[in-house]
């Protein structure tokens, strides 16, 4: 039996941090994420490097950030030539698995050149259900759906990838194995079958940031107005919260079923536990709903991270600026996998262990496109087909832009509108924007400088295979006409 643990990669899809229990919401029912919590380490700073599923996770599997590989659309993944975490691990002689078949993160060829088994046990029989509301309907554009026709089990994709993960870990797959799950929910649209439709009181969902859009970049102003988000009421976001507190309370009850499938295979006390997502979601913020392709808000970009296991403190609680590209770098450190290329994650390892010691000064994340590249922006049927509309029609809104955090302070740059910048500490919803008040002029110039010194030391990466300078030529025979 090999001492190398065996890993459970556990990512559901557009999961804020903040509507988990373990991170302070009194709401949302989340008993298996809360008790890998407490046998583990939670990280409240956590942020992903960009705000949409693609770019972030291909992110988080190099330990580069978007902009290093051009890795900042939904179609450019990752090649056959390029490093991956699953690839390192399976090189290394991990049995790697990827549940479920997602074609978010690699480019064809690469999930096979990266994994022993890949795709499903148990195969999905639905899908999404169709948008009930007509045109013309205040919820039409929404991305609110409700309670599902069917209740109790729905075999949909993410319960498929779980039953597939139950059988895989029942076969006694060889040891030092890793199982990678990715689900789909929450994501919208937001719907969810019983008991999860019904589990949140509505009157008990927290309040939302306002809609407070004059200082805000001018994507956040046109979706608010072409989704006609202003003809929802409070009640209108209760539900949508609610319903999306659902779905994350059937991917925590999921989350708990894969790590029983663990226990009861004898692999509990050899096995560390990853709990993370790619992004967040809007979910009511500002008046809005879903997401941007160069949207930084905080409930955005901030990612619940636990990670529990052998040799691992227990409960703790860590406060320290972490980046989701510190998940391969801690990933192949705990799996005893030497990295063979540059990358900018940096190991958590250390803090996993109770070591302390400080990690990072601050977070950086990143979004958007040139307007050069309009003809590489997303064109996209309904219920995205508004969202497509302003992208084309409006390129400064896909500006390209980058958000520094420290734990006082956000500054974002956009590199076609004015910036931002918020208060942290007494600002965390990131409302009121302080940027081009006199006072904070100094701070915005210290942060510029900070992201072109990020810009600069990250701006790409050396193979640390060598070309030969001098390639020995084949001599060939000049052609002559005929």
Not at 40 to 58: D, E, M, Y
Request: hydrophobic fraction near 35%; glycine fraction near 8%; charged fraction near 25%.
């Amino acid at each position: 039996m090999s001492d190398r643990p065996n890993i459970v990669m556990f990512m559901p899809d557009q999961l804020r941090a903040d509507s988990v229990g373990a991170f302070g919401n009194p709401v949302v029912q989340t008993p298996n994420i809360d008790a890998l919590a407490r046998r583990g380490t939670i990280f409240r700073n956590a942020f992903s490097q960009h705000s949409l599923c693609g770019p972030s996770r291909v992110s988080m599997f190099t330990g580069w950030y978007p902009h290093v590989g051009g890795h900042r659309t939904l179609t450019n993944l990752l090649k056959p030539w390029e490093p991956n975490l699953l690839k390192s691990l399976k090189e290394s002689g991990y049995n790697v698995a990827w549940v479920g078949q997602r074609g978010d993160t690699f480019a064809p060829g690469v999930t096979e050149a990266s994994t022993d088994f890949a795709g499903w046990i148990v195969r999905p029989e639905f899908g999404f259900e169709p948008c009930p509301f007509p045109e013309g309907h205040k919820l039409r554009y929404s991305f609110y759906h409700g309670r599902r026709k069917h209740d109790g089990v729905v075999l949909d994709f993410d319960e498929a990838t779980v039953q597939s993960a139950e059988n895989w870990i029942a076969a006694g797959p060889p040891e030092p194995w890793v199982l990678f799950a990715a689900l789909i929910f929450p994501h919208p649209p937001f719907e969810v079958e019983e008991p999860w439709f019904s589990l949140h009181s509505r009157k008990d969902i927290p309040p939302r940031a306002p809609s407070m859009l004059d200082d805000k970049p001018r994507y956040m102003r046109a979706m608010y107005d072409r989704y006609e988000l202003a003809r929802l009421d409070e009640d209108d976001f209760s539900e949508i919260r609610a319903t999306y507190y659902g779905m994350i309370s059937r991917v925590d009850d999921q989350l708990g079923r894969v790590m029983r499938a663990v226990d009861r295979a004898g692999f509990g006390a050899r096995t560390v536990t990853a709990f993370f997502t790619d992004h967040g979601e809007y979910a009511g913020d500002f008046g809005l709903v879903e997401k941007w392709p160069a949207g930084l808000s905080e409930c955005l970009v901030r990612n619940p991270l636990v990670i529990a296991g052998p040799g691992l403190r227990e409960g703790q609680v860590s406060d320290e600026m972490v980046e989701l590209i510190d998940l391969t770098p801690t990933m192949m450190e705990l799996g005893e996998v030497a990295p063979k290329y540059t990358q900018f994650g940096k190991s958590l390892a250390p803090l996993l262990r109770g070591e302390g010691g400080a990690h990072r000064a601050r977070a950086f994340s990143e979004g958007g496109y040139l307007t050069i590249e309009e003809h590489q922006f997303e064109r996209a049927r309904f219920p995205y087909d508004r969202k497509s509309a302003i992208m084309h029609e409006e390129p400064i809104t896909m500006g390209r832009a980058v958000a520094l955090r420290d734990r006082k302070w956000t500054y974002i740059y956009r590199l076609y509108e004015p910036p931002e910048l918020y208060d942290r500490e007494n600002d965390p919803l990131e409302v009121t924007n302080l940027a081009g008040r006199p006072e904070y002029a100094e701070l915005e110039r210290k942060s510029r400088d900070q992201i072109l010194a990020w810009l600069c030391e990250t701006s790409d990466v050396i193979p640390w295979e060598e070309d030969p300078r001098f390639p020995r030529l084949e001599q060939r025979p000049i052609r002559k006409e005929t």
